[in-house]
T-cell receptor, first 114, second 113 residues
C-alpha cells in the first residue's frame, strides 16, 4: 500500500545529543511537511519542502533542520535537543501542483529527551 | 493566538446517536477546511473537507457544516459507532502556495456501546 512511513516510531535521546528522524513516502507527492505536536496541543508546522524548495516557518527554532535528498525521503535533524523538544513529530505529504489539498500523515515519531 | 479553536476537549456519545464536534476560526481568509481523525499511536487520517464556497459536505455517516458568517464549522457523525472513538482535529488552510494547515487542539470522542 502507498503510504507515509516514519522511523523510528519511538526515539530516546539525551539532552544536547543530535538526533535524526526520518520520513519516507511511496505516494510520489511533491510536498513534504514536518509537524511538531506536544501533548494536548495542535500539530504545529515546522517547515515543508515543495520538491527541493525548502520553506521554514518563521517561529521554527534554528535547532531544527531538514533535508530532502530525493522525492521519497525527508529528514528532521535536531541539532541539540532540549527537554522542551520532547514531542510527537509528524511527517505529512501532499500531491501539490494544484491537486487535492489533503495532507497524508505518517504514524509519527515520539521523541523523548532525557 | 490560536486561529482555529476546538473548545471541547472531549465528548461522550452513546452508540447510534449523533456526535457533533465543533470548531471555530478567526481568520476570514481561510478558504478550505478539513477534519482529521487520530487513533492513539497513529498519525492523523483525513476524514472529510469543505470549501469555503459551500456550506455542507456529506460523505456517508459524516457531514461537515460551514457557517462562514459565524466562522464556525461542525462535524456530524450519524449514527455514531464505537470505532469512531478517536481524537478529531479540525484544520483550516491558510491559503497561498504552501497550503499550510492550521490545526485545532482536537476533541476526544468516546462512543459508548
Amino acid at each position: 500500500d502507498a503510504m507515509v512511513i516514519q522511523n523510528p516510531r519511538y526515539q530516546v535521546t539525551q539532552f544536547g545529543k543530535p538526533v535524526t528522524l526520518s520520513c519516507s513516502q511511496t505516494l510520489n507527492h511533491n510536498v513534504m511537511y514536518w509537524y511538531q505536536q506536544k501533548s494536548s496541543q495542535a500539530p504545529k508546522l515546522l517547515f515543508h519542502y515543495y520538491d527541493k524548495d525548502f520553506n521554514n516557518e518563521a517561529d521554527t527554532p534554528d535547532n531544527f533542520q531538514s533535508r530532502r535528498p530525493n522525492t521519497s525521503f525527508c529528514f528532521l535533524d535536531i541539532r541539540s535537543p532540549g527537554l522542551g523538544d520532547a514531542a510527537m513529530y509528524l511527517c505529512a505529504t501532499r500531491v501539490g501542483g494544484g491537486g487535492t489539498d489533503t495532507q497524508y500523515f505518517g504514524p509519527g515519531t515520539r521523541l523523548t529527551v532525557l | 493566538d490560536q486561529q482555529v479553536k476546538q473548545n471541547s476537549p472531549s465528548l461522550s456519545v452513546q452508540e447510534g446517536r449523533i456526535s457533533i464536534l465543533n470548531c471555530d476560526y478567526t481568520n476570514s481568509m481561510f478558504d478550505y477546511f478539513l477534519w482529521y481523525k487520530k487513533y492513539p499511536a497513529e498519525g492523523p487520517t483525513f476524514l472529510i473537507s469543505i470549501s469555503s464556497i459551500k456550506d455542507k459536505n456529506e460523505d456517508g455517516r459524516f457531514t461537515v457544516f460551514l457557517n462562514k458568517s459565524a466562522k464556525h464549522l461542525s462535524l456530524h457523525i450519524v449514527p455514531s459507532q464505537p470505532g469512531d472513538s478517536a481524537v478529531y482535529f479540525c484544520a483550516a488552510r491558510g491559503g497561498g502556495a504552501t497550503n499550510k494547515l492550521i490545526f485545532g487542539t482536537g476533541t476526544l470522542l468516546a462512543v459508548q456501546p
